[in-house]
């Protein structure tokens, strides 16, 4: 792991009266950047040929003759081939020659590799470098050692396929698409054999990661992605935040609900068993007599953070949830950086965030805001990693 201390270096280097906010140009990058232009920041996008158009054309910043943004959110770009050129010394010099201040997704640890964010990516992150480990399911110290830790709830693991006797969801990643996933479920051994066969003969999912898939029982029940932000240099109100709820569309899952019970059982071999990867997010909220928990799981979150990966979360993270019918919280992924869903909230907000602050805050927008309180009181180090 990179130290903290040659990072904080390098921010030394900067000028921070003309910083940008970056980020891989995928994921939830226009969040980020819509957020970074509404705090008066510039933005730098780090796009990949054959999908920079999003960015550098059909949402590019247009400016006044003042130099202020009338249109758009992204100020600059640099395109690459792949994703991973951004960890060559050279592109890593040229964002630290431009002051930027890079903001961490799933695009960028699943593209570049977790091991050179760790110990290979010079620039400095805003959030918890340490952390981002932790959603690769499997590691000895992921996601749902520290949920254990945390004493939080998520859905109990079977050792074996063998074990199964009621419906279960089998995880592991897509074999083709590197961001998604191969889940299935299964309610008995013979159909999980059925299904994975299937799959693997689909190549949907590899025989390896078949092997290492972790098994869990199925939590019936709404999904709601809790979208949180903490902040280590607030001193007059909470530190924790929920800035916003988001759920995903996900295909062909979706596609599977909405065909009626006969033409489901129509379905041929390579139809039949959905896939979950998502393709859009739509916003949400909660009952307000479950409020208080979701604000509990975030605490007992942060607090274990803070025993096992000093320093701890730094601003956004998501705990994915579903609700059972008892109103018992599950969380079944987590997200130690800005969420998937959150460009639902870009622009307008979302109403927690918004009712909070009494603007419209959005996860990018509250990012921006940190950065911004953090230069004018001097405590950049408290949020870079």
């Given at each position: 792991m990179i130290e903290r201390k040659h990072v904080?270096?390098?921010?030394?280097?900067?000028?921070?009266?003309?910083?940008?906010?970056?980020?891989?140009?995928?994921?939830?990058?226009?969040?980020?950047?819509?957020?970074?232009?509404e705090e008066g920041f510039f933005t730098y996008a780090v796009c990949r040929r054959g999908r920079e158009k999003t960015y550098t054309k059909y949402f590019k910043t247009e400016c006044d003759e003042d130099g202020c943004v009338e249109r758009g959110v992204v100020d600059d770009w640099v395109v690459y081939d792949s994703f991973d050129e951004l960890m060559q010394p050279n592109a890593q010099q040229s964002l630290i020659d431009n002051n930027v201040l890079f903001i961490p997704n799933r695009s960028f640890t699943s593209y570049c590799g977790i091991d050179a964010v760790e110990n290979n990516f010079h620039v400095p992150l805003v959030g918890s470098r340490n952390l981002l480990r932790s959603e690769e399911r499997g590691d000895v110290q992921d996601y749902y050692w520290l949920l254990e830790k945390a004493g939080l709830p998520f859905p109990e693991k079977l050792d074996e396929p063998s074990d199964i006797d009621e419906l279960v969801m089998v995880k592991?990643?897509?074999?083709?698409?590197?961001?998604?996933?191969?889940?299935?479920?299964?309610?008995?051994?013979?159909?999980?054999?059925?299904?994975?066969?299937?799959?693997?003969?689909?190549?949907?999912?590899?025989?390896?990661?078949?092997?290492?898939a972790r098994i869990e029982r199925y939590v019936i029940g709404p999904v709601f992605n809790l979208d949180f932000f903490y902040s280590p240099i607030e001193e007059e109100m909470s530190k924790l935040e929920l800035l916003g709820?988001?759920?995903?569309?996900?295909?062909?899952?979706?596609?599977?609900?909405?065909?009626?019970?006969?033409?489901?059982?129509?379905?041929?071999?390579?139809?039949?068993?959905?896939?979950?990867?998502?393709?859009?997010?739509?916003?949400?909220?909660?009952?307000?007599?479950?409020?208080?928990?979701?604000?509990?799981?975030?605490?007992?979150?942060?607090?274990?953070?803070?025993?096992?990966?000093?320093?701890?979360?730094?601003?956004?993270?998501?705990?994915?949830?579903?609700?059972?019918?008892?109103?018992?919280?599950h969380i079944y992924d987590v997200a130690p950086r800005v969420g998937g869903g959150t460009n639902v909230h870009m622009s307008v907000g979302h109403p927690y965030g918004n009712t909070l602050w009494r603007i419209h805050m959005s996860t990018g927008r509250r990012l921006a805001m940190e950065i911004r309180n953090a230069i004018e009181v001097d405590k950049l180090d408290s949020i870079i990693t």
């Open positions: 904080l270096e390098k921010v030394e280097e900067y000028d921070l009266t003309d910083c940008k906010i970056g980020a891989v140009a995928s994921h939830s990058a226009l969040d980020v950047f819509d957020g970074a232009i592991m990643p897509h074999a083709v698409k590197k961001l998604e996933r191969g889940f299935f479920t299964a309610s008995s051994y013979d159909e999980y054999i059925e299904k994975s066969e299937s799959l693997l003969a689909q190549n949907v999912i590899t025989q390896s990661a078949l092997d290492k709820i988001d759920w995903r569309f996900e295909t062909s899952l979706d596609g599977h609900v909405r065909l009626p019970a006969p033409q489901q059982i129509t379905l041929k071999s390579h139809q039949i068993t959905p896939e979950y990867t998502v393709c859009g997010h739509n916003s949400a909220t909660l009952r307000e007599s479950l409020l208080e928990e979701a604000f509990e799981l975030g605490e007992k979150y942060v607090a274990a953070t803070q025993k096992y990966y000093d320093p701890g979360i730094i601003g956004p993270f998501c705990l994915q949830t579903c609700v059972d019918k008892d109103l018992n919280f």
